[in-house]
């Protein structure tokens, strides 16, 4: 592939902008964007836009740093009456170091940007932190997977995809691709056995190399200059079809290894099958009726086609919107906007997906119990699992407890798995939703 390799020349350069924690933590000590214009010490650039602290800046305006497409709102704002219990942010959790912290502490030292804990329809308390505020829109990254996932669910329910089938079925690009061989719902639950893992501290990874520039969220070099007619690989669906393969030591379905393609595909599917963008689709079957406060958008790749695998943002409450109708079974404001069926077979577990999560050594000491549909599951049978986004973006929802929490973050580790930030934010609000259940006084 020799017009692949000229994306390759300039690899080593890049070395210095990663650190093997995930991303460098950036120019310590200097706020991002500070004066008009901004200093050079504190500019935010496509180069470190995902690097502490010039992220806190850059998650919240993300249109500025990456090319976007809108998702406009539609019709009247549902309204979520409160914050009711803002005595709720000093409730003592603990904290990554074992001190004892109140909620609101405890999300502000382990860099949130913003928390919220919805019951049923009323918003119980908010906080916002930093320059963050109620009307910022703060990038999702991988919850995106979630809601797409979601979206996909009119499909399967409208009869017009088989979950049995490969991919390829409906995008004849993929033949002989590491997709073809798979089947749809294996690509839902990142079981595609692909040769193709996410790597984001290698600055010689073919994810750092090739993927995410093509996706236009990942600095390179000269990258974001090359042209279609110079690049064997330039948008995000030429990487699906040119660059990944089949794993030849893996049967499809036998191990869970998150894949942020797997949604790059799903996306694709949605496209292809309904005849509309990606993100008309997602306009006018999702935030057209979830009575949002704030047009979104998402981040488009470098042939300016919308990321499916992380490009959704949105405000906090916005986000809330969207738990709370997958909670209540897709169902909102009276609407059914997901069918009932397709939420529900998220939750729907198999011993093959448990025994998947368990090998995986990256997450075998993890809380999650499994991951379906393309949603973290805690405990399936109380209805508690979650969208999660690098940087710790989170919606968490629990049927049981009638309770959504989201939270937007700016960690300066990209992983969740083994991160202490992210886990004491997981756990202190898994605490906080089987306290709401409790009658007051037990």
């Not at 595609?192 to 993927?211: G, M, Q």
């Not at 809380?367 to 979650?386: F, K, P, R, T, V």
């Amino acid at each position: 592939m020799t017009k692949l390799r000229l994306l390759t020349f300039s690899a080593v350069l890049v070395a210095a902008h990663f650190s093997v924690s995930g991303w460098a933590d950036g120019a310590k000590g200097v706020s991002p964007m500070q004066g008009v214009p901004p200093t050079r010490e504190s500019q935010v650039t496509m180069a470190n836009y995902r690097d502490h602290p010039m992220s806190m800046w850059a998650f919240a305006n993300a249109g500025a740093v990456l090319h976007t497409v809108m998702v406009p709102r539609e019709g009247e704002v549902r309204l979520l009456p409160g914050p009711l219990r803002p005595e709720l942010g000093e409730r003592p959790y603990t904290g990554p170091d074992g001190r004892e912290l109140s909620f609101d502490t405890l999300f502000e030292t382990n860099y949130a940007d913003g928390v919220l804990v919805v019951q049923g329809s009323r918003l119980l308390h908010e906080a916002y932190f930093h320059d963050f505020r109620e009307s910022s829109h703060h990038i999702w990254f991988s919850m995106t997977k979630s809601l797409v996932s979601s979206v996909f669910g009119l499909l399967v329910a409208d009869g017009k995809v088989d979950l049995g089938a490969s991919p390829a079925s409906y995008i004849p690009e993929l033949k002989g691709s590491g997709f073809d061989r798979v089947t749809i719902q294996q690509v839902l639950d990142h079981a595609t056995a692909i040769d193709f893992h996410e790597n984001y501290t290698d600055p010689e990874s073919e994810f750092l190399r090739f993927y995410a520039p093509a996706l236009n969220m990942g600095w390179m070099p000269g990258a974001a200059d090359v042209q279609p007619a110079d690049a064997e690989i330039y948008g995000v669906q030429d990487f699906l079809v040119k660059f990944i393969h089949a794993d030849p030591a893996l049967s499809p379905g036998d191990a869970f290894d998150y894949n942020s393609s797997n949604a790059d595909v799903l996306g694709w599917l949605i496209a292809r099958i309904s005849g509309e963008t990606l993100q008309d689709f997602i306009q006018k079957n999702l935030w057209a009726k979830l009575g949002a406060e704030h047009d979104a958008y998402l981040v488009a790749d470098r042939a300016l086609m919308p990321v499916a695998t992380g490009g959704m943002n949105t405000t906090l409450r916005d986000a809330a919107r969207f738990g709370m109708m997958l909670r209540d079974r897709g169902e909102f404001a009276g609407q059914q906007v997901i069918p009932a069926q397709w939420v529900d077979a998220t939750l729907q577990v198999s011993d093959k997906l448990k025994t998947n999560m368990a090998a995986n050594p990256k997450y075998s000491h993890e809380l999650w119990s499994a991951y379906h549909n393309m949603w973290w599951i805690l405990d399936a049978a109380q209805g508690e699992y979650c969208a999660v986004g690098i940087y710790g973006q989170v919606i968490y929802i629990n049927r049981s407890a009638d309770t959504v929490m989201v939270w937007f973050s700016s960690q300066p580790v990209a992983s969740a798995a083994r991160n202490p930030a992210f886990s004491a934010k997981l756990q202190a609000a898994r605490a906080l939703a089987v306290s709401l259940t409790r009658k007051p006084g037990v």
